[in-house]
Nanobody
C-alpha cells in the first residue's frame, strides 16, 4: 500500500521559514519524480516544486529563490524548505509521487496546512 505522509505545516509570521517533510512508503522511491503542490480553497492546485530521482529540480515562478526542494532516496523522504514566507503562500501543501513510464502512477498525500499571518 502506497502512503505519502506530509508533516511540518503550521502558522508562521511573514518573512519566516518552515520545512515540510514527506515520508513515502510502498513505492520504489528513487525511480520517480516527487513534487510539492499547494491549493487554496476555491482555486486550482498549483505546482510548487518537483525533483527527479537524479535530483533535478523545477520550481513554480512564485516560489523561485525562496523555496528549496530536496530528497533522500535512502530514507524515502522529500523536503521543502520554505524561506521568506508571504501571506500568499498560505495554502494546503500536498506531496506527490509520480512516474510517467511503466509502471505509471501518481499518488498524493493528505496535505498539510501552511498559514502565513501576523
Amino acid at each position: 500500500q502506497v502512503q505519502l505522509v506530509e508533516s511540518g505545516g503550521g502558522l508562521v509570521q511573514p518573512g519566516g521559514a518552515l520545512r515540510l517533510s514527506c515520508a513515502a512508503s510502498g513505492i520504489s522511491f528513487g525511480a520517480n519524480t516527487m513534487g510539492w503542490y499547494r491549493q487554496v480553497q476555491g482555486k486550482q492546485r498549483e505546482l510548487v516544486a518537483t525533483i527527479t530521482g537524479g535530483g533535478r529540480t523545477n520550481y513554480g515562478d512564485s516560489v523561485k529563490g525562496r523555496f528549496t526542494m530536496s530528497r533522500d532516496n535512502v530514507e524515502k523522504m522529500t523536503y521543502l524548505q520554505m524561506n521568506s514566507l508571504k501571506p500568499d503562500d498560505t495554502a494546503v501543501y500536498y506531496c506527490n509521487a509520480a512516474r510517467d513510464v511503466f509502471p505509471i502512477y501518481s499518488y498524493w498525500g493528505q496535505g498539510t496546512q501552511v498559514t502565513v499571518s501576523s
